[in-house]
């Protein structure tokens, strides 16, 4: 499965307008926790991968769901897209155990609260993140033939949003904060 996504700064307030105007389906609100980890093995800035364990509560509750996500190379020089593996985790504590056991060493964490709307089979995030600020993401899910049509669907998207394709910004929220 491959992730097709792209990211912009943004105010939030003007997308909001015109995510209304898009008939677009508010999905929810959560507030997330991700810690990024250095591999013993090979240097995961390097080969631009990544791993982290992903620990997310509904933005009006306190119980965390944790999951653990491997993220391949970007496959493109336009977006976001890599191939991408995700599953859940009864414990989020227990995984970071397993990971330290295994000599994998927490390298940052990133956290940020998220509203989220469906729209037109892409899913419209606006972020707002610790240290960072307020950013647009469009993105869906789709297998390795899909992926221009998907790039291109997103890049359509943000333009009705009225944000700039052109401003995509591929470097992820943990590059960001460590530059």
Do not use: C, N
């Not at 015109?18 to 995961?44: I, N, S």
């Not at 509904?58 to 336009?78: I, N, S």
Request: net charge negative.
């Amino acid at each position: 499965m491959y992730e097709v996504e792209v990211k912009v700064r943004a105010d939030h307030d003007a997308v909001r307008d015109q995510l209304d105007e898009l008939d677009a389906e508010r999905v929810g609100a959560v507030v997330q926790e991700d810690t990024y980890y250095d591999a013993p093995h090979r240097d995961f800035a390097a080969t631009d991968e990544a791993l982290r364990i992903r620990r997310e509560r509904p933005a009006d509750g306190d119980a965390f769901e944790a999951r653990v996500t491997y993220k391949g190379p970007l496959v493109d020089d336009a977006s976001k897209t890599r191939e991408e593996f995700e599953t859940g985790v009864a414990d989020g504590e227990t995984m970071a155990d397993v990971l330290d056991g295994l000599g994998f060493e927490p390298a940052a964490t990133v956290r940020k609260e998220r509203e989220r709307y469906a729209v037109d089979g892409y899913v419209v995030t606006l972020d707002s993140v610790d240290g960072l600020g307020e950013f647009v993401e469009v993105e869906t899910e789709t297998d390795e033939a899909g992926v221009a049509a998907a790039r291109e669907g997103a890049f359509d998207l943000l333009d009705r949003l009225g944000l700039d394709p052109d401003d995509g910004i591929r470097t992820s929220y943990l590059g960001l904060l460590l530059e």
